[in-house]
């Protein structure tokens, strides 16, 4: 399988910390590091990110491959091009809707539906009865 570089997560509780890891794609983000490529710190102003560019670059040429926010970090460090976050959605599109001939269906009108009314103080009809 090709190596992944990922943000693997070693701040604690509401303290994000995150080291930048070469991972086989597989492997499960606690699990087994191959190498360890630098550190990236969001909360601290300004967020600082610090990675190897040799260690970098020489993985990239065997075949890793970048997860999304790996890759707009080195676009923003300038070891990559530049990702165009513009065109990037933040949120995943609203699944479709039914096909249009479900929604199209007309409702039963309601004058059909409801029983026709009974004149005032007739009360309700006689029932039939059987002799």
Do not use: C
């Not at 075949?63 to 460090?77: E, F, H, N, S, W």
């Amino acid at each position: 399988m090709a190596p992944k570089i990922k943000l693997q997560r070693v701040g604690t509780k509401n303290q994000p910390k995150y080291r930048v890891v070469i991972q086989e794609t597989r492997e499960k983000l606690g699990g087994k590091v191959v190498d360890i490529l630098g550190i990236y710190h969001p909360r601290q102003e300004p967020s600082l990110f610090e990675v190897s560019q040799e260690k970098v670059q020489d993985w990239l040429k065997k075949g890793a491959q970048p997860t999304d926010k790996v890759r707009i970090l080195l676009g923003k460090a300038g070891i990559m091009p530049p990702v165009d976050l513009s065109a990037r959605t933040k949120r995943k599109p609203k699944k479709e809707e039914k096909p249009a001939e479900a929604a199209a269906a007309p409702a039963a009108p309601l004058a059909e539906a409801a029983p026709a009314p009974t004149p005032s103080g007739a009360g309700p009809a006689p029932a039939e009865t059987k002799a």
